[in-house]
């Protein structure tokens, strides 16, 4: 006997699940619902079987193949336009003669004893049999009546309750003659319930319907499509679950990762070569899919999620589903009853409320409020580039199809023939993704010279270099190991300006990219010397004067990054007497996270303290920031290193002017007016600190983060140069770093981060200048609000995330605490 699986609904009462994929394919506890419908047939000796297609049937096609698999022969049967349950199966009719066949939906889940039905038909002689089942609710299914035989008297296609005479409802299964098929008419729009059993009935045929014991579900709705998982979870339905039971009710698949401290109440399944990390809680009739990962402290009851999404830290998803390719970030909660379609991205603490659908493709913006579907609309990321260039999480948001497009649409920024510098830290990632760059670049008909593992410093410093017309760096981002930065730099060295960004943003978003002609394939070239020229031309225009005589010991530590390939060839130069520790590549830690940093820099002060060094060092995995170290091993941290690198510059340059973001301390000033300098205020983005250091007069700048820029050498953040910089200032004042920071006055300024939805900022930062009132107001960046004592605070939102920042700073901490409070109280009363 031969059977006919039904598979070309459209499903139109799933979507968004089933906006871009057929409704069989739908996978329940990580199998589409029509392979456990085959492996059904294939338990009950079905081997040779029809399947009928019509919505996305290649999908259908491409996945089940011929059935070999399965241990099957699988024939496909297409229909142009829908003919009905009765005309999709005349459409295959050629492949059914001369035997009885059996029919099944190829979107319901059941585990019917399919023999039993077979034994049932042949014994009472039937035409047709009608598999039926006894159900709570009625409404959605045809009705069925039969008498004590079985034989069927009555039935009525989806009934009001006004018209429901029984609970035995049909299950789309039938069991039939080949002589069935004479009464459909070819090539027409027939149905079974409502053209082909009244007719037979009314002819008096035997129509016998098989009341079925066994489990059985329409998954027609989101609500059944999770009652479903909970079914096969909770073992009332008999599918095969691919995997093995790691305690009671906990199903694990091949190859899939569960931290020991992962928190697991079953019973869940979690699919093959899954990720669940430390801390995260999966509670019952969870379903994770193939390749899914989930972050720390994330939390999911009964959450069906399909196969590689990415459910970040402290997220928070009841009772929804999650379309496959989709991105949840970090303290998204999503409720009830909602569904995301493929390929969305959630932002960060994003509010997704109960029954709201998301169509595939969309982003939801951090910090939202969604309370109703979200269908046409489509929000991309607003801007490509945050404050360290193009950054996201490995092989989830920044993935090499995504790395080839980026560097595809700056080759199209740049003429044919352009000279671009590539370069890494020494992560893996970064090492894999710099290949996607180099072949886009390539194949963009620009040549790349190829710097390998450098220190960011020496990449922006051969970028910089006659012939270079721009450069690509890549490097895991600070204090996140799961993530990437990918930093474009324009033939200065520096970052893209805005403007450069939003071309490539232009190019990026069109998809206009330029490819080369196969004559025009550019060159890949890896440059010799270039470590080499670096430290030459730091030298030459670094003053080392005093170094040999003054007997300097210094203490540097690398961080395991790439500043150890500097030092080997600088340190010679600048003769001082240097202790290295962690001066080696170490790609298990290719960044600092705040643990790993604490614990060098105390290292670092012991090392200091016990070999009575003048001071140490210590880059960060790149060595475009430092960290420093006084010669009594204690640490000055970045505000206070800012001050005394500024007072021993401005000391020996007496004059000039230095450029400050506006978040530092007013403290700056005085140290560098003390010495004839002036201090230029910038914004707190990177490139407005590059720009105002292009200027002549320029003779030093700082971030506050361990950033300093020394214009006579470069333009932009060097740790190298700093602390060469720095070896020949301390030589040459012979004062300890602990005796400079003495003579400065103490800075009382006072951080904090307020949660500030996007949809309210604007709002927020016009509350603030109300507030204001008539008090002096500065708006470089953000709002600063002066005190007639001088006092100040600064509102700025953060330009990539759901925050607002503030700053407040007085002549004493008490102050300054009072008037943070005080501000952070006007942007929270905004909110509201």
Same mark, same amino acid.
């Given at each position: 006997?031969?059977?006919?699986?039904?598979?070309?609904?459209?499903?139109?009462?799933?979507?968004?699940?089933?906006?871009?994929?057929?409704?069989?394919?739908?996978?329940?506890?990580?199998?589409?619902?029509?392979?456990?419908?085959?492996?059904?047939?294939?338990?009950?000796?079905?081997?040779?079987?029809?399947?009928?297609?019509?919505?996305?049937?290649?999908?259908?096609?491409?996945?089940?193949?011929?059935?070999?698999?399965?241990?099957?022969?699988?024939?496909?049967?297409?229909?142009?336009?829908?003919?009905?349950?009765?005309?999709?199966?005349?459409?295959?009719?050629?492949?059914?003669?001369?035997?009885?066949?059996?029919?099944?939906?190829?979107?319901?889940?059941?585990?019917?004893?399919?023999?039993?039905?077979?034994?049932?038909?042949?014994?009472?002689?039937?035409?047709?049999?009608?598999?039926?089942?006894?159900?709570?609710?009625?409404?959605?299914?045809?009705?069925?009546?039969?008498?004590?035989?079985?034989?069927?008297?009555?039935?009525?296609?989806?009934?009001?309750?006004?018209?429901?005479?029984?609970?035995?409802?049909?299950?789309?299964?039938?069991?039939?003659?080949?002589?069935?098929?004479?009464?459909?008419?070819?090539?027409?729009?027939?149905?079974?319930?409502?053209?082909?059993?009244?007719?037979?009935?009314?002819?008096?045929?035997?129509?016998?319907?098989?009341?079925?014991?066994?489990?059985?579900?329409?998954?027609?709705?989101?609500?059944?499509?999770?009652?479903?998982?909970?079914?096969?979870?909770?073992?009332?339905?008999?599918?095969?679950?691919?995997?093995?039971?790691?305690?009671?009710?906990?199903?694990?698949?091949?190859?899939?990762?569960?931290?020991?401290?992962?928190?697991?109440?079953?019973?869940?399944? /979690? #699919?093959?070569?899954?990720? $669940?990390?430390? @801390? +995260?809680?999966?509670? !019952?009739?969870? %379903?994770? *899919?193939?390749?899914? &990962?989930?972050?720390?402290?994330?939390?999911?009851?009964?959450?069906?999620?399909?196969?590689?999404?990415?459910?970040?830290?402290?997220?928070?998803?009841?009772?929804?589903? /999650? #379309?496959?390719?989709?991105? $949840?970030?970090? @303290? +998204?909660?999503?409720? !009830?009853?909602? %569904?995301? *379609?493929?390929?969305? &991205?959630?932002?960060?603490?994003?509010?997704?409320?109960?029954?709201?659908?998301?169509?595939?493709?969309?982003?939801?913006?951090?910090?939202?409020?969604?309370?109703?579907?979200?269908?046409?609309?489509?929000?991309?990321?607003?801007?490509?580039?945050?404050?360290?260039?193009?950054?996201?999480?490995?092989?989830?948001?920044?993935?090499?199809?995504?790395?080839?497009?980026?560097?595809?649409?700056?080759?199209?920024?740049?003429?044919?023939?352009?000279?671009?510098?590539?370069?890494?830290?020494?992560?893996?990632?970064?090492?894999?993704?710099?290949?996607?760059?180099?072949?886009?670049?390539?194949?963009?008909?620009?040549?790349?010279?190829?710097?390998?593992?450098?220190?960011?410093?020496?990449?922006?410093?051969?970028?910089?270099?006659?012939?270079?017309?721009?450069?690509?760096?890549?490097?895991?981002?600070?204090?996140?190991?799961?993530?990437?930065?990918?930093?474009?730099?324009?033939?200065?060295?520096?970052?893209?300006?805005?403007?450069?960004?939003?071309?490539?943003?232009?190019?990026?978003?069109?998809?206009?990219?330029?490819?080369?002609?196969?004559?025009?394939?550019?060159?890949?070239?890896?440059?010799?010397?270039?470590?080499?020229?670096?430290?030459?031309?730091?030298?030459?225009?670094?003053?080392?004067?005093?170094?040999?005589?003054?007997?300097?010991?210094?203490?540097?530590?690398?961080?395991?990054?790439?500043?150890?390939?500097?030092?080997?060839?600088?340190?010679?130069?600048?003769?001082?007497?240097?202790?290295?520790?962690?001066?080696?590549?170490?790609?298990?830690?290719?960044?600092?996270?705040?643990?790993?940093?604490?614990?060098?820099?105390?290292?670092?002060?012991?090392?200091?303290?016990?070999?009575?060094?003048?001071?140490?060092?210590?880059?960060?995995?790149?060595?475009?920031?430092?960290?420093?170290?006084?010669?009594?091993?204690?640490?000055?941290?970045?505000?206070?290193?800012?001050?005394?690198?500024?007072?021993?510059?401005?000391?020996?340059?007496?004059?000039?002017?230095?450029?400050?973001?506006?978040?530092?301390?007013?403290?700056?000033?005085?140290?560098?007016?003390?010495?004839?300098?002036?201090?230029?205020?910038?914004?707190?983005?990177?490139?407005?600190?590059?720009?105002?250091?292009?200027?002549?007069?320029?003779?030093?700048?700082?971030?506050?983060?361990?950033?300093?820029?020394?214009?006579?050498?470069?333009?932009?953040?060097?740790?190298?140069?700093?602390?060469?910089?720095?070896?020949?200032?301390?030589?040459?004042?012979?004062?300890?770093?602990?005796?400079?920071?003495?003579?400065?006055?103490?800075?009382?300024?006072?951080?904090?981060?307020?949660?500030?939805?996007?949809?309210?900022?604007?709002?927020?930062?016009?509350?603030?200048?109300?507030?204001?009132?008539?008090?002096?107001?500065?708006?470089?960046?953000?709002?600063?609000?002066?005190?007639?004592?001088?006092?100040?605070?600064?509102?700025?939102?953060?330009?990539?995330?759901?925050?607002?920042?503030?700053?407040?700073?007085?002549?004493?901490?008490?102050?300054?605490?009072?008037?943070?409070?005080?501000?952070?109280?006007?942007?929270?009363?905004?909110?509201?």
């Amino acid at each position: 006997m031969k059977a006919v699986v039904m598979a070309g609904g459209e499903g139109t009462r799933l979507r968004p699940m089933t906006a871009n994929q057929p409704k069989p394919l739908l996978p329940v506890v990580n199998r589409p619902i029509m392979e456990h419908v085959l492996r059904l047939l294939k338990r009950h000796g079905f081997d040779e079987t029809v399947v009928t297609v019509q919505f996305l049937a290649t999908l259908i096609r491409n996945y089940f193949g011929d059935g070999e698999e399965l241990g099957m022969h699988l024939h496909y049967v297409a229909e142009e336009v829908p003919l009905g349950t009765a005309g999709s199966v005349k459409n295959g009719e050629e492949h059914l003669r001369g035997a009885p066949f059996i029919v099944i939906s190829g979107d319901a889940l059941t585990d019917i004893d399919l023999t039993d039905m077979v034994r049932f038909h042949r014994e009472n002689g039937a035409m047709v049999t009608i598999g039926l089942k006894r159900v709570p609710n009625p409404l959605e299914f045809g009705i069925i009546i039969v008498d004590d035989d079985g034989r069927v008297q009555r039935f009525l296609e989806k009934p009001t309750w006004g018209q429901v005479f029984s609970d035995t409802v049909n299950t789309g299964i039938y069991i039939m003659e080949p002589e069935v098929l004479d009464h459909v008419a070819a090539g027409e729009v027939v149905d079974w319930s409502g053209d082909v059993f009244p007719e037979l009935l009314r002819a008096g045929e035997s129509l016998y319907g098989y009341i079925a014991d066994g489990y059985w579900e329409d998954v027609g709705t989101h609500e059944s499509y999770l009652r479903a998982q909970a079914d096969v979870l909770s073992g009332k339905v008999d599918v095969e679950i691919d995997g093995f039971e790691m305690s009671p009710g906990v199903w694990v698949a091949e190859g899939a990762e569960v931290d020991p401290e992962a928190e697991l109440k079953g019973p869940l399944y /979690i #699919g093959d070569y899954a990720k $669940v990390e430390g @801390g +995260a809680e999966l509670r !019952e009739f969870t %379903v994770l *899919g193939s390749n899914a &990962v989930v972050r720390p402290e994330a939390f999911l009851h009964r959450a069906v999620v399909h196969d590689n999404v990415y459910i970040g830290a402290s997220a928070n998803l009841r009772g929804c589903v /999650i #379309g496959k390719n989709t991105d $949840v970030m970090s @303290g +998204a909660r999503i409720e !009830e009853g909602a %569904v995301i *379609g493929e390929e969305c &991205v959630i932002e960060s603490e994003a509010y997704l409320s109960s029954d709201v659908k998301v169509y595939p493709f969309k982003t939801i913006e951090a910090g939202a409020v969604v309370n109703t579907d979200v269908i046409w609309e489509s929000r991309g990321q607003s801007t490509l580039f945050g404050p360290r260039g193009v950054s996201g999480l490995i092989n989830v948001e920044i993935t090499p199809e995504l790395v080839v497009r980026l560097a595809s649409a700056y080759a199209t920024t740049l003429k044919k023939g352009t000279v671009v510098a590539t370069s890494r830290d020494v992560s893996r990632a970064a090492r894999t993704l710099k290949r996607a760059v180099i072949s886009a670049l390539t194949a963009s008909a620009i040549d790349v010279r190829d710097l390998e593992a450098v220190a960011l410093p020496v990449a922006r410093f051969h970028t910089s270099q006659n012939g270079i017309g721009g450069g690509i760096a890549l490097r895991t981002t600070p204090g996140d190991p799961q993530s990437i930065d990918i930093v474009f730099l324009d033939e200065r060295g520096a970052d893209l300006s805005p403007a450069a960004q939003r071309k490539l943003e232009r190019v990026f978003s069109r998809g206009e990219f330029r490819r080369a002609f196969p004559g025009e394939i550019a060159e890949l070239s890896f440059p010799s010397r270039g470590t080499e020229n670096y430290a030459h031309d730091l030298i030459r225009h670094i003053d080392i004067t005093g170094v040999e005589e003054a007997g300097l010991k210094v203490v540097v530590d690398c961080a395991g990054g790439t500043g150890s390939l500097i030092l080997p060839t600088l340190l010679g130069r600048v003769k001082a007497d240097v202790l290295t520790v962690n001066n080696r590549l170490d790609e298990a830690s290719p960044t600092d996270t705040l643990a790993k940093q604490m614990r060098d820099l105390q290292r670092l002060g012991e090392l200091v303290s016990s070999s009575r060094a003048d001071f140490g060092v210590r880059f960060d995995p790149v060595a475009e920031r430092l960290s420093l170290v006084d010669e009594t091993g204690a640490l000055v941290d970045n505000e206070r290193a800012l001050l005394v690198v500024l007072d021993l510059v401005t000391a020996e340059r007496k004059g000039g002017r230095v450029a400050l973001p506006v978040t530092t301390t007013r403290v700056a000033e005085q140290v560098a007016n003390a010495h004839g300098a002036q201090v230029e205020w910038t914004p707190t983005a990177t490139d407005e600190l590059t720009k105002a250091a292009m200027a002549d007069d320029i003779v030093f700048a700082a971030d506050g983060r361990g950033g300093f820029v020394l214009p006579e050498f470069s333009r932009t953040s060097d740790g190298i140069a700093a602390f060469v910089r720095l070896v020949g200032l301390v030589a040459r004042t012979k004062l300890s770093l602990s005796q400079i920071d003495q003579r400065i006055p103490e800075a009382h300024l006072l951080r904090r981060s307020v949660p500030t939805p996007w949809a309210v900022k604007g709002s927020v930062m016009r509350s603030v200048v109300e507030a204001a009132g008539d008090r002096e107001i500065d708006t470089t960046d953000g709002v600063r609000v002066i005190e007639p004592s001088g006092a100040w605070a600064l509102v700025l939102p953060d330009t990539a995330e759901a925050v607002t920042h503030l700053w407040a700073e007085a002549a004493d901490s008490d102050t300054a605490q009072r008037l943070l409070e005080e501000w952070a109280g006007v942007v929270e009363n905004a909110e509201g």
